[in-house]
């Protein structure tokens, strides 16, 4: 899986890495017995889940653990084009880099991109929509 192969080589440089979860069904995002399923517990140096269901991230039901790893990190790579729509909402705590595809228009236009699109923005801390 690439995320997988992000978290080795981000270890390899001597990263310390959590991967959150999903703490229920949502869409096709993974849940803890798919991170145990591909290795990521075997990769990462934690793996919690957000304590959640919710699409996207919505910190006002994410998990303690969760928002204390979030709000610690020394940076965040977020994946998804529903963690775009809801983290841009809240100053971030710290660079996060989103990677995800664009599904819509209105997200297509936050961006400066057309539909159907890869993208890989980094956000600096403190930055919203």
Avoid: Q
């Avoid at 192969?5 to 440089?13: T, Y």
């Avoid at 998990?63 to 977020?78: N, P, R, T, W, Y």
């Avoid at 841009?88 to 297509?108: D, N, Q």
């Amino acid at each position: 899986a690439f995320d997988r192969l992000v978290v080795r080589e981000l270890r390899g440089l001597g990263c310390r890495v959590t991967v959150a979860v999903k703490g229920g069904p949502s869409l096709n995002d993974a849940l803890m017995e798919d991170a145990v399923a591909v290795g990521m517990t075997e990769e990462a140096d934690a793996v919690i889940t957000t304590g959640t269901d919710a699409i996207g991230v919505k910190l006002d039901e994410s998990s303690e653990e969760f928002l204390e790893a979030f709000h610690g990190a020394d940076a965040i790579v977020s994946k998804g084009m529903a963690n775009w729509e809801t983290l841009t909402e809240v100053a971030a705590p710290s660079p996060i880099l989103y990677i995800f595809r664009t599904k819509c228009e209105p997200v297509a236009r936050s961006v400066g991109v057309p539909v159907d699109r890869c993208v890989a923005k980094l956000v600096p801390e403190g930055w919203s929509l």
